[in-house]
């Protein structure tokens, strides 16, 4: 399970739900702040950074490729339009982008991605669109190579059919920022699926 962060959603102060999240040991987590500017989310990385390294997390920032390389944060993840206008991924290690389509998955293949984030897979209180549902996320996951995690409403009881699908794994943002036990999310949101 990858966590995306957005603590205006957080029913606890911000970093304690990063440090009980980062002791559950998901897969990565994305921190996404895009309101802050550069100083304000430089301290935040800085701070999440710190409670990653000591669980042993990795940490990606999302879009903000200079506060990344400024904490020598090696992991980055891009809306599909920087991806497109970045020219040198050469200062990390693993590039991401989220894609709406299987053309923008294709391409963000052919740019350097590493594993795409593909959605919104279910409904979800963060999107006023309709949700593309499984058959989209089956087509992402056949068109590409990488890794594709489904995002956008998954829940544990959705999370079997997003595996189904030939998903790498979930991507949450909601339910990571409120959830009181994640140590329970991680898990069942990690299990393997026969």
């Known amino acids: 399970m990858i966590a995306i962060t957005a603590r205006n959603l957080c029913a606890r102060p ?7 999240l980062a002791a559950a040991h998901p897969e990565m987590i ?104 499984i058959p989209f996320l089956e087509a992402i996951c056949d068109a590409v190579d990488i890794p594709v995690y489904g995002v956008g409403g998954i829940t544990p009881e959705t999370y079997p059919d997003v595996m189904r699908a030939g998903a790498a794994g979930a991507a949450v943002m909601s339910s990571a920022m409120t959830e009181q036990e994640p140590a329970e999310l991680v898990q069942r949101l990690s299990r393997r699926i026969e």
């Open 14 to 20: 911000f970093l304690e739900q990063i440090g009980l």
């Open 30 to 133: 994305i921190l996404r702040e895009k309101d802050l500017c550069y100083d304000e989310l430089l301290v935040l990385a800085a701070q999440c950074l710190e409670i990653c390294e000591r669980h042993n997390v990795p940490l990606a920032i999302n879009s903000d490729m200079d506060v990344a390389r400024e904490l020598n944060i090696c992991r980055i993840h891009l809306p599909m339009q920087l991806m497109r206008e970045t020219e040198d991924f050469s200062d990390f290690s693993l590039v991401g982008a989220s894609v709406h389509s299987v053309d923008q998955a294709r391409e963000a293949e052919d740019l350097g991605a590493d594993y795409v984030l593909a959605g919104h897979v279910f409904h979800t209180a963060c999107k006023d669109s309709d949700p593309r549902g």
